[in-house]
C-alpha cells in the first residue's frame, strides 16, 4: 500500500541529547513537510523540501535539521539545541509544492525526560 | 496579520443533529483551502480541497463550502464515528496555515 511511514511512533529522549525521527514514502512524491503539532497550537511547519539534496526552513526551524538525500525519505534531527522538543511530529508528503492535496504519517510523538 | 480561526474550538452532537464548522481566514491571494481529519493520536486525512468562491466538495456525510472570506464544513445526520478533530488550512503566495482544529464529538 502506498503511503508514508513515520518511526518511531513513540520516543524518549534525555536532555542534551539529539534524536533522529524516520519518514519514508512511496507515493513518489516530490515534496515533503515536517510538522509540529503542540495542544491548541496549529500545525507549524518546521522544514520543507521540494526535490531531493534541497530543502528550506518552515516557521520553527532552530534547533532541528533536515536531510533529503532520496526521494523517499526525509529524516528530522531534534537537536539539543531545541529548547522544547516534547511535541507531536508529522511528517507529509505532495506531488506539488502548492499545498494541495497533502497527505500526512501516523506521527511521533517525542518526550524529554 | 495572515491567519487562519476556527470556530468553535469545541462541538458536542446528539447523533443525527446536523451542524456547521466555520473556518474563516485573513489571508491576500488565496489559492486553495483545504480541510482534514484527525483522529487522536494519528495524522491528519485529508478530506477536500476548494479553490474559488462558490466552490463545493461532497463526501459521505460531510460538505465543505467555500466564500471569499471563510469556509464551512457542514456534517448531516452526524454519527458517533465522525468524531475527530476537524482542521482546515489555507494555502496562499506560497504559505500554508493551519487552523487549530474544531473538536467534534458525536453522542448516540
Known amino acids: 500500500d502506498g503511503g508514508i511511514t513515520q518511526s518511531p511512533k513513540y520516543l524518549f529522549r534525555k536532555e542534551g541529547q539529539n534524536v533522529t525521527l524516520s519518514c519514508e514514502q512511496n507515493l513518489n512524491h516530490d515534496a515533503m513537510y515536517w510538522y509540529r503539532q503542540d495542544p491548541g497550537q496549529g500545525l507549524r511547519l518546521i522544514y520543507y523540501?521540494?526535490?531531493?539534496?534541497?530543502?528550506q526552513k518552515g516557521d520553527i526551524a532552530e534547533g532541528y535539521s533536515v536531510s533529503r538525500e532520496k526521494k523517499e525519505s526525509f529524516p528530522l534531527t531534534v537537536t539539543s539545541a531545541q529548547k522544547n522538543p516534547t511535541a507531536f511530529y508529522l511528517c507529509?508528503?505532495?506531488?506539488?509544492?502548492?499545498?494541495?492535496?497533502?497527505?500526512f504519517g501516523e506521527g511521533s510523538w517525542l518526550t524529554v525526560v | 496579520e495572515d491567519q487562519v480561526t476556527q470556530s468553535p474550538e469545541a462541538l458536542r452532537l446528539q447523533e443525527g443533529e446536523s451542524s456547521s464548522l466555520n473556518c474563516s481566514y485573513t489571508?491576500?491571494?488565496?489559492?486553495?483551502l483545504f480541510w482534514y481529519r484527525q483522529d487522536p493520536g494519528k495524522g491528519p486525512e485529508f478530506l477536500f480541497t476548494l479553490y474559488s468562491a462558490g466552490e463545493e466538495k461532497e463526501k459521505e456525510r460531510l460538505k465543505a463550502t467555500l466564500t471569499k472570506k471563510e469556509s464551512f464544513l457542514h456534517i448531516t445526520a452526524p454519527k458517533p464515528e465522525d468524531s475527530a478533530t476537524y482542521l482546515c488550512?489555507?494555502?496562499?503566495?506560497?504559505?500554508?496555515?493551519f487552523g487549530t482544529g474544531t473538536r467534534l464529538q458525536v453522542f448516540p
Open positions: 523540501s521540494q526535490i531531493v539534496n534541497d530543502f
Open positions: 488550512a489555507v494555502y496562499y503566495t506560497d504559505k500554508l496555515i
Open positions: 507529509a508528503s505532495s506531488i506539488g509544492a502548492d499545498g494541495n492535496s497533502i497527505y
Open positions: 489571508v491576500s491571494g488565496l489559492r486553495g
